[in-house]
């Protein structure tokens, strides 16, 4: 399976232009860190990308991603995929035993709350975006309130990467996608105004 057959089961489920975007900014940051650890990028980054494909037929934790699963068996989506796809959410219930799996648990929600920091600074960009900026929001439990904090350090300890590292880590792959997810602002990728 390649990346375009991934994103055409990506347009088939889903509508949500920002779920899309989230699933993006996932896929990215399996990628970056496939490439960091050597490991297959294509194999973690169509991981990432399909996560969530089915959350908008299946929006229940009840059924997200175990009912999903099925569907992507019929897709011809590798079984090693569809694994890593089971093992995102503690609910499932499916073990976390390879670093695929471990890491797609790592990178899914801290990606909400960077999205929502960026979101929320005067430049809405990406760009400028460090990882001190994410931690000031992070002691702020009404801010981005959905992003499950507790989740997200189990998930980076698990993973066995030092938060803050792991949030620069993430800001970093999701730069390479500013344009395509809405998080350019109003900078350059060199971080200049672009009204300057």
């Not at 699963?69 to 011809?76: D, F, K, N, Q, S």
């Not at 066995?160 to 900078?187: C, F, K, S, Y």
Request: charged content about 25%.
């Amino acid at each position: 399976m390649d990346r375009n057959q991934g994103m055409q089961i990506v347009e088939e489920f889903i509508k949500n232009r920002k779920l899309i975007n989230h699933m993006l900014c996932v896929e990215s940051a399996m990628r970056w860190y496939a490439e960091k650890l050597d490991q297959d990028s294509e194999t973690w980054g169509l991981t990432g990308l399909l996560h969530d494909f089915d959350w908008e037929i299946h929006p229940t934790l009840e059924e997200h991603p175990v009912a999903g699963a099925p569907i992507l068996h019929e897709r011809g989506v590798p079984e090693e995929i569809v694994a890593a796809i089971l093992t995102h959410a503690d609910h499932t219930g499916y073990p976390r035993t390879t670093l695929m799996h471990k890491a797609l648990y790592a990178c899914d929600e801290i990606t909400g709350l960077i999205t929502a920091v960026a979101l929320v600074r005067p430049s809405r960009s990406l760009y400028d975006l460090k990882a001190k900026s994410v931690k000031k929001k992070w002691k702020d439990r009404s801010f981005a309130a959905g992003a499950n904090r507790e989740e997200i350090s189990a998930a980076v300890e698990e993973f066995n990467v030092e938060l803050w590292q792991h949030v620069t880590n993430v800001i970093t792959a999701m730069r390479n996608i500013a344009p395509n997810i809405d998080l350019t602002g109003n900078l350059s990728p060199d971080g200049i105004p672009l009204d300057s």
